[in-house]
């Protein structure tokens, strides 16, 4: 299904909620304040006849409601920090010395700095609420955070999280398989990848042990083993908790790893819409004059079909290129043998440390090609646009592609 944003501001939906006396947790109006008042941010700062006031936004009320209000009547150290920090953030940016100036006998702030620090009290909350709603749609345990301390940019407006693939109307992702391995023990003689004739993907500690090239066959969901079989990896998601962070040398939105990750781990699929080649070169002529697509060729077997991950993605979507990368790409076939439709894994290529970003070569044998404007946008291999690639490894290629 394809989404249109809200055409009707905050304000005005938060209003309407107070108007007809409606709970709407998303927009802020809840129980809790739908007759009361709760801070949600602070605004601007002034000093009257020797007193500080904060002027104030309500939680859940329109901007036209703020008030200012002493500093001895607000019970809220957490905004009065961030609300500091914003403003201290935005000077040391701008190199300017004082905030304050002299308006009527009132010490206030300048009015850039004023703005800039409710546009960082806005783009905290966004960013909050879409914390909150990674983490509600995710399918597996570990945490998805979010991080922005290079600029005032929010969360992408047209991005939907899924977590497997979304396929277009006419394409099966399912291949109606109705049979697996009867294995209590895997593996055993008759397990999943030795009938498709490879050997087992993982070792005794459930760490990759095959060379890149070779696919990943998984018991499914017809197999006798339980949840703990060690060759049940992938589709148990990511084990990791991860943080999508705003990068700060251009590169847009990267991910990073809140914990060590040991080498020949599995840590994300890459997901998104399964669409035709064809389909996908008409979406990239598209894409090249916006700048911005993650079109990735499925093409183990052949290249019929494309993972567009544009709109519809999980935290794949948001990690960048490197020629050095810590990322590998594999095919994986768990509950759809079909060899045009691989479900794509990323495992760690050495030990990746707690804090560091994750990265794969958008140039490797099976992965996406790079062909945008975009150091961001990724798009099909029959467009060959130079781009300059900002990853900074010390074997970079100079190029995306």
């Known amino acids: 299904a394809w989404y249109v944003p809200c055409l009707a501001s905050l304000e005005t939906l938060q209003e309407l909620c107070r108007k007809e006396n409606l709970r709407c947790k998303s927009i802020g109006i809840t129980n809790k304040n739908l007759k009361s008042y709760e801070v949600e941010y602070l605004c601007d700062y002034k000093v009257e006849e020797g007193t500080e006031y904060y002027l104030v936004k309500w939680k859940g009320w329109p901007e036209s409601s703020n008030t200012w209000e002493p500093q001895e009547n607000l019970q809220c150290p957490l905004l009065l920090q961030n609300f500091l920090s914003d403003k201290n953030e935005y000077l040391s940016r701008v190199k300017e010395g004082k905030a304050l100036k002299v308006r009527n006998h009132i010490k206030a702030l300048k009015p850039a700095v004023a703005d800039y620090i409710v546009k960082k009290a806005k783009q905290r909350i966004a960013l909050q609420r879409w914390t909150e709603e990674l983490n509600r749609k995710k399918n597996h345990k570990a945490m998805i955070l979010v991080e922005n301390t290079v600029d005032l940019e929010g969360p992408p407006l ?6 497997e693939y979304k396929p277009a109307p006419g394409i099966n992702v399912i291949n109606g398989i109705t049979t697996g391995c009867e294995c209590t023990d895997c593996p055993a003689e008759k397990c999943c990848p030795k009938e498709a004739g490879f050997i087992l993907a993982y070792n005794k500690k459930k760490k990759l042990k095959i060379q890149p ?9 017809f197999c006798r083993c339980g949840p703990d079989c060690p060759n049940r990896i992938v589709q148990k998601g990511t084990p990791y908790s991860l943080c999508i962070f705003r990068t700060n040398n251009g590169r847009g939105w990267g991910v990073k790893t809140l914990q060590k ?7 994300m699929e890459y997901v ?11 979406r990239g002529q598209l894409y090249d004059n916006q700048g911005n697509t993650y079109l990735f060729d499925l093409d183990y ?5 494309t993972v567009d991950a544009a709109r519809y993605g999980n935290v794949s979507h948001f990690v960048n290129h490197s020629c050095d990368p810590n990322l590998q790409v594999f095919n994986v076939f768990i509950d759809n043998l079909d060899l045009r439709l691989p479900r794509i894994a990323l495992f ?14 958008y140039q490797m044998k099976g992965s996406i090609d790079l062909t945008s404007d975009s150091a961001d946008g990724l798009s099909p291999s029959k467009k060959r646009i130079r781009t300059v690639c900002k ?7 100079g190029y995306l592609n």
């Open 158 to 163: 047209d991005f939907y999280y899924i977590n």
């Open 213 to 221: 090239g070779l696919p990943i066959y998984e018991c499914n969901s």
């Open 261 to 267: 990750i040991k080498t020949n781990s599995f840590v």
């Open 272 to 282: 998104g819409e399964v669409i035709t080649s064809e389909e996908a070169e008409r």
């Open 301 to 305: 077997d052949s290249d019929e079909f």
């Open 348 to 361: 760690s290529t050495r030990t990746i440390k707690a804090g560091e970003e994750l990265t794969f070569d």
């Open 391 to 397: 990853c900074g490894a010390v074997c970079c290629r």
